[in-house]
């Protein structure tokens, strides 16, 4: 299977049910109103936002229109590019070296998991990678976190359970700093984003690595429920308003037939998807890819 073959396979779910809708809405109308209101539902029925469904469908209609074109191979074409500039809206940051990861979430989107898979990642890049239990609410977070610093082969710094989450940070970055690691992973407890002193504890983990190790490139990555559709927008845009995002990881991507929201999270909130979760086993992770993600789409 290719690079990217994985993301493409795993959103099968979803290109069965839109292809369908989209041969069905080209077989009934003709280019018209009425095909293009359809086309809209058919992207919100996928979990495209309102708001991008009609910016989309529009930018549709004006190109076809103004191209005199009732070619379906045409139109869908169209879809394709113009779905994929949306998705390109925001870039897909490039790591820099030495780098700090904080991972962050609400409960349940399988945030450990990913920073295992995530750590396996970069050691194939052949970086060197230490992982932070800055979970410290539960002692199955930190026991998880190092069957999967075992399984990746890295290092791991932890305390115990009940600790200063701050203080396991200050701990993780004295130690990447002082070995000269090339990524530290920073593992933090889910928590709802609706609690104001749960994500007092995210900035003050932000102060700490900032002024701990100012030379780090620091990014700050939302981890999403690939399965939870709309919601995971929701929960994008209180994170992205309360801590400032650089990007997401989708975890479950093979688990939806419903990935319309990707498009929502790129094109109105301006953040970027890096990686995506296709299965449960370590390697079972790909860089995010906008043209793969869109042929995987229809």
């Known amino acids: 299977m290719g690079l990217f073959g994985k993301i493409k396979d795993a959103l099968r779910k979803t290109k069965e049910g839109v292809a369908h809708k989209m041969r069905q809405l080209f077989l009934k109308n003709k280019l018209g ?9 058919i992207l919100i029925s996928s979990d495209v ?3 991008t469904a009609e ?15 009732r070619d379906e191979a045409f139109v869908t074409d169209l879809l394709k590019d113009i779905l994929e500039d949306t998705l390109n809206e925001a870039p897909v940051p490039e790591f820099r070296y030495p780098a700090v990861i904080m991972f962050v979430g609400v409960n349940g989107v399988g945030k450990t998991t990913t920073i295992g898979k995530v750590a396996n990642w970069f050691v194939k890049q052949k ?11 539960r002692a199955a977070a930190i026991g998880q976190l190092e069957i999967w610093a075992e399984r990746a082969k890295v290092r791991i710094v932890k305390h115990e359970e009940g600790s200063d989450p701050s203080a396991v940070v200050f701990d993780a970055v004295s130690s990447a700093r ?8 920073v593992d933090t407890a889910g928590r709802l984003h609706v609690k104001e002193n749960l994500m007092n504890e995210l900035k003050k983990m932000d102060r700490v690595v900032a002024r701990e190790f100012p030379e780090a490139h620091f990014y700050k990555f939302l981890v999403l429920d690939a399965t939870t559709g709309q919601n995971a927008y929701s929960q994008a845009k209180v994170f992205r308003d309360a801590v400032s995002i650089d990007g997401i990881v989708l975890t479950k991507l093979d688990g939806t037939a419903k990935g319309g ?8 909130l301006k953040v970027p998807v890096v990686f995506a979760g296709v299965g449960e086993k370590i390697d079972d992770l790909e860089r995010f890819d906008a043209e793969e993600f869109v042929e995987g789409f229809f």
């Open 55 to 69: 910016d989309v469908v529009e930018q549709v209609k004006e190109e076809a229109i103004g191209n005199k074109v």
């Open 261 to 268: 929201f990707v498009f929502s999270l790129c094109g109105e």
């Open 127 to 137: 970086k060197s990678v230490t992982v932070a239990a800055a979970d410290t609410f």
């Open 33 to 41: 109103n009425e095909f293009y209101d359809e086309l809209e539902e």
């Open 178 to 185: 002082a070995r000269g690691t090339d990524v530290l992973l």
């Open 49 to 51: 936002s309102v708001r």
